[in-house]
């Protein structure tokens, strides 16, 4: 399947200064619901920083591979496979508005 895979890359520039390597590998046919899914990281990374602390992993990366099967956690990359279901708005936990924030491209 690795084959197939596309890939969004971009930095977060997190609160600490440093930049953050995100990736996104999702499969093919699905690059709006990828793309929708990615904006939403730098946002993301920002609030957990804001909540606890230095993302632990910033020397390596943030990265989420889609899969066509439920998710599962790793270290410094997630299986996401949920076929981008949402949880209603108000039992997030996040105010997030979904707009990109911090983010560079990788060349």
């Known amino acids: ?5 596309r890939k969004f890359p971009a930095f977060y520039k997190s609160r600490y200064g440093n930049s953050i390597p995100m990736f996104y590998w999702y499969l093919p046919g699905e690059e709006a619901k990828a793309r929708a899914l990615f904006a939403e990281f730098a946002s993301t990374l920002d609030f957990f920083e804001s909540e606890v602390g230095p993302y632990p992993f910033g020397d390596e990366k943030l990265g989420v591979v889609e899969t066509p099967h439920k998710g599962m956690e790793h270290q410094t990359i997630n299986a996401y496979g949920n076929d981008y279901a949402k949880p209603p708005r108000a039992s997030t936990g996040c ?12 060349s």
């Open 95 to 106: 105010s997030s508005t979904n707009s990109p924030m911090n983010i560079s491209a990788i």
């Open 1 to 5: 399947m690795s084959g197939r895979m």
